[in-house]
């Protein structure tokens, strides 16, 4: 696999996350006998990190019949039952990791769109960063003509990687752009073609058209791709980033979702409501603003670290 699975970075980038939802959720049981007031305080709990009404209310009615029947009954047991019910629903699908194989077509295109401000090109530089430091070769394309400064930024981040890139004139045709990159992928024989995006606004139907140019430009010169679609979204904009994420899955067949910003958010429960609304899965979560904190999403490893209380360890 490409990327390095780091618990401890996870943890760390999850402050946050796991002091709103995990500890929330213990106040709310730790060392209480479950009733129904309790069950309705953790619903909307639940609600309120973002997890999305419809699962809040799946999650607490699974709670409730558990409790009904007799076999949960403190508020502890609660926990770990909230637990096993998110882990369940966030269980990885075949296909879900973000895995460049050996035997992927070369070059293995990805594409990475997204909305303005998601901190997209950002995202594009730690995805180059970890496919660099996994022994492959990358090479970057700058098709945000529309704003010089990400063209820039870009390039900034392919000098500090040491990795090539192909940029455009500003202004220009960003599929062209496309093709230029995808034609020098070919002729260099490099492994990865990460291709960058204009952020757009999810309802500017324009701009989504020229996505799926781009996307058909790199079809006809690669065979098969883009191999991999991802949309890089704000972990911070909550239950907005569902909407944004309908519109980009019409537009171009998103195959999974990087989750940006993970630090900085105390809604982290916005991982389940997206898995919940669309069958697309987070592959990635960024938890820090270097290259190398770029995580593979694990859904044990993530909820055990929401629930985690201040100083517990959790196994690798």
């Known amino acids: ?31 209480r006998r479950l009733d129904e007031a309790t069950m309705n305080e953790v619903e909307s709990q639940l609600i309120a990190a973002d997890v999305g009404v419809h699962a809040a209310r799946e999650l607490v009615d699974s709670l409730r019949s558990e409790f009904r029947a007799g076999r949960v009954e403190r508020g502890d047991d609660a926990l770990e039952h909230l637990k096993k019910r998110m882990k369940a629903r966030l269980a990885p699908r075949a296909g879900t990791t973000l895995e460049i194989a050996a035997t992927t077509a070369k070059p293995a295109v990805v594409l990475v769109v997204g909305v303005n401000g998601v901190g997209k090109t950002t995202s594009v530089a730690k995805i180059a960063q970890s496919i660099r430091a996994s022994g492959r070769t990358v090479l970057l394309a700058a098709a945000d003509t529309y704003r010089a400064g990400a063209v820039a930024q870009l390039t900034v981040w392919a000098e500090r990687l040491g990795v090539d890139i192909i940029r455009g004139s500003a202004g220009g045709d960003p599929a062209a752009v496309a093709f230029d990159a995808a034609e020098a992928a070919v002729a260099r024989g490099v492994d990865v073609l990460l291709v960058d995006t204009a952020g757009r606004l999810h309802n500017e ?26 949309l890089v979204l704000d972990a911070t904009s909550g239950q907005n980033a569902l909407v944004q994420a309908a519109a980009f899955q019409k537009a171009v067949d998103i195959s999974g979702i990087f989750l940006a910003k993970m630090d900085g958010t105390a809604r982290g429960g916005v991982v389940i409501a997206i898995h919940d609304a669309l069958s697309v899965p987070v592959k990635l979560i960024g938890v820090g603003e270097t290259p190398e904190d770029v995580q593979p999403f694990d859904a044990d490893r993530f909820i055990d670290a929401v629930f985690a209380s201040q100083g517990a360890t959790i196994s690798a």
């Open 205 to 230: 139907e324009s701009l989504m058209r020229q996505l799926v140019k781009i996307r058909e430009v790199l079809r006809r010169r690669i065979p098969g791709a883009p191999h991999e679609t991802l």
């Open 1 to 31: 696999m490409i990327f390095k699975s780091a618990i401890d970075a996870v943890r760390r980038g999850l402050a946050r996350t796991a002091s709103a939802v995990g500890a929330g959720l213990r106040s709310a049981l730790h060392g």
